[in-house]
Structures are given as structure tokens and as C-alpha cells.
């Protein structure tokens, strides 16, 4: 079977994303870039260029407004669903914060949803130093494309922008975020396209990734020497991307990849398998694939996917079928969990939110630090 995938960027960062990942070695993955920017646009290198909303916005951009981003991917719906149009694997690219990345990437994710698509975005999260009203666009953003996708992955820009040196340029900065961005989707499209120890096929994938609405875990690990498996592992544990405190250490559903040169054994493979599934869970469904890389001789490299169903607005993803499993009877309780910290501020749900070095003051500190309350 051909699979059809597609790398789609949105606005100007994801724009600016996939056109720095087309130097990256993702093969011949067909890509795309759709903006209300018709000047961003000229100067973007991606040979296929949408300018959406131009009867909106005139060709200026959205000023910043999510809900004009809305309208102007909704006034050029034809175009845009002929875009994802028989696509079994759709990659979204984009910033949130601003207005086209957060009103127009949610909107190609429900377009690209109902059809057959899976589909997993990666999305860019604001500077705290970008202040809080935008950090709430970008929140509120996440929240309407995770509803729409099998996997929406924040990237939040703090987090990454410790990765560099203080004497980075801002080009280096965003590049950082730019790797993680390739990692993913490199691994991801290796299973399915790569003759491997364990291949997976689509229907593994979209199994795997069947909730939607819950929050996405994405780690990447690399290793390499004479115990590459473990090293491999030491380092994805290093993740910066697995350390935000709101990640649930367990899963829902699971989609490892694990890739390695000719001399990665199966044994070695399922050692790797133990410790993740141990570590990250995946209750529901775990899909594992095995890729063998020539260019990955003595090195190792480990892709960990998982989704969480954290009740409230989570929701089988589009044409899918379940058993549903009994819920355990019994009087313990192991963890005092919630629907999200974004639903938690009380009093304060209102107002403005009040930010310091990226944490939301007003949720409770055990909340924020992902404390576990035991009884």
C-alpha cells in the first residue's frame, strides 16, 4: 500500500518550520504552507503557497486574531479540504498565540479529522516573556486542536529555549524547536515506511492514537557505543519534552519507535520495549515498531507518542470501534486527578492569568507541580 502523508505548515512560524525542514532529510514527504500573509508567503521557500482569507484580510494577516483565522480557513474550506484531500497521514505545523496559527490550524485539523486522515500537529507555545493574554489565545488554541487531531504536541518555547547557549541567535533558538518537530515526524513516517524487525501499518497507528481531545506525551531519545539500547533510553528520559509537570507518566494509547542499525537484536529491542511500556504505560493500546537504518550503525534512536484520555472533552478519534472495559470496583483511590489545570482556577476562571517563569499562580501548586495526592 502507498501511504499518502503530508507535512501542511500554517502561519507564519509554521511557515517558517517547514520550510526549514525540507532541508532536514524527510524524503520525499509532499509539503505545504497555507497564511493570511501574502508577503510572508512570497518570501516563503515551499513550492506549494496558500494564501487564505484574502477577501478577509486583504492579504495583511489577521493582526493577531484567532477568530479571523477561523473565518478566513472556513471562507476557503473547498480549497482546503481538496489540500487534505485523500491524505492517510497529515502533519501540522504552526505556532499558536497569534491568529492564523490558532484560529485556522484547528480548523484544517476537523477538515483533515472527518475524512480518513490521521492526524498529529505539533504546535509551537509562546515565550512567557509574550505576556499572558497570548499564552491564553495559545491555550485555548491547544485545547480546540487537540479535540480535532489524534495527537497535538506542544512545544513550548521556554522549555526549549533552555537547550541552548545564552549566545544563541534567535535563529538557533527556533531551530531547536524546528529538531523536535523533524524527530517526530522522521521516526514517525520511518515505521510505517521502513522495512523493519516489527512494521507497523496505519491501522496500528490510528489504533494507538485513538483518543482525541486528551493530551499528547512525545519524547525522543538517542544513543550510541557499545550499549546504544541503554543509552538510548537514559537519554530519552533527559527529554526536556517529558518534563513539563502536566504530563500524566501514564498513557491511554502508546506508539513507540524504536530505530537502529543492522546489528540491533530483537532481544534488545524488547528490553527497550519492557522499560517504556513500564515507565510511560499505554492501558489501552501500545503499537511498536522496529526500523533497521544503515545509517544507524552502532547508534540507536527511541520515539515515544502517547495520548492520554483526561476525561472531560476527550473522545474516540473519528471512525473508530471499541470495546469498553469495566471500571474497577472497589473502595481505593490511587491518585486525587482532575479534568485539567486550564478548568481549576475558581475564583480566578475570569480574569487575566498571572504568569511567572512560564506557571499559572493562580492553579494550586499541586497542580502545577503534577503532584500526586494519595489515599
Not at 126 to 145: C, I, T, Y
Amino acid at each position: 500500500m502507498n501511504i499518502r502523508i503530508k507535512i501542511i505548515g500554517v502561519g507564519g512560524a509554521g511557515s517558517n518550520a517547514v520550510a526549514r525542514l525540507n532541508t532536514a532529510g524527510l524524503g520525499h514527504i509532499p509539503t505545504a504552507v497555507v497564511n493570511t500573509d501574502a508577503q510572508a508567503l512570497e518570501t516563503c521557500t515551499v513550492d506549494q503557497k496558500y494564501l487564505i482569507g484574502r477577501a478577509l484580510t486583504y492579504g495583511l494577516g489577521t493582526g493577531g486574531d484567532p477568530a479571523k483565522g477561523r473565518d478566513c480557513a472556513h471562507a476557503e474550506a473547498a480549497l482546503l479540504k481538496e489540500l487534505v484531500d485523500e491524505v492517510d497521514l497529515l502533519f501540522l505545523v504552526g505556532g499558536l498565540g497569534g491568529g492564523t496559527g490558532s484560529g485556522a490550524m484547528p480548523a484544517i485539523a476537523q477538515m483533515a479529522s472527518k475524512g480518513s486522515a490521521i492526524v498529529i500537529a505539533f504546535a509551537a507555545m509562546p515565550f512567557a516573556m509574550e505576556g499572558g493574554k497570548r499564552r491564553q489565545v495559545a491555550e485555548d488554541a491547544l485545547s480546540e486542536l487537540r479535540r480535532h487531531c489524534h495527537a497535538a504536541i506542544a512545544l513550548p518555547n521556554d522549555l526549549l529555549l533552555q537547550q541552548v547557549g545564552q549566545e544563541a541567535t534567535v535563529l538557533e533558538a527556533f531551530k531547536q524547536s524546528d529538531q523536535w518537530i523533524g524527530r517526530g515526524i522522521g521516526a514517525i513516517t520511518a515505521m510505517l515506511l521502513k522495512p523493519g524487525l516489527m512494521n507497523l501499518d496505519l491501522a496500528n497507528v490510528r489504533q494507538a492514537l485513538s483518543i482525541t481531545g486528551g493530551r499528547a506525551l512525545f519524547g525522543f531519545g538517542f544513543g550510541t557505543g557499545q550499549d546504544a539500547p541503554q543509552a538510548a533510553l537514559n537519554n530519552l528520559m533527559l527529554c526536556p519534552l517529558l518534563q513539563t509537570p502536566d504530563l500524566r507518566s501514564h498513557t491511554d494509547g502508546l506508539l513507540v519507535n524504536i530505530l537502529g542499525g543492522p546489528e540491533l537484536s530483537i532481544h534488545a529491542v524488547n528490553e527497550m520495549l519492557a522499560f517504556i511500556t513500564e515507565k510511560f504505560g499505554g492501558r489501552e493500546n501500545v503499537a511498536v515498531g522496529a526500523v533497521v537504518d544503515e545509517r544507524y550503525r552502532e547508534k540507536v534512536g527511541v520515539c515515544v507518542l502517547g495520548v492520554t484520555d483526561i476525561g472531560k472533552g476527550a473522545h474516540h478519534a473519528p471512525n473508530q470501534k471499541f470495546i469498553t472495559k469495566p471500571q474497577k470496583d472497589d473502595d481505593s483511590q490511587d491518585e486525587f486527578t482532575f479534568v485539567s489545570k486550564g478548568q481549576l482556577r475558581g475564583y480566578f476562571d475570569k480574569t487575566e492569568r498571572n504568569y511567572f517563569e512560564g506557571e499559572d499562580l493562580d492553579v494550586p501548586t499541586y497542580l502545577r507541580k503534577g503532584i500526586k495526592i494519595n489515599f
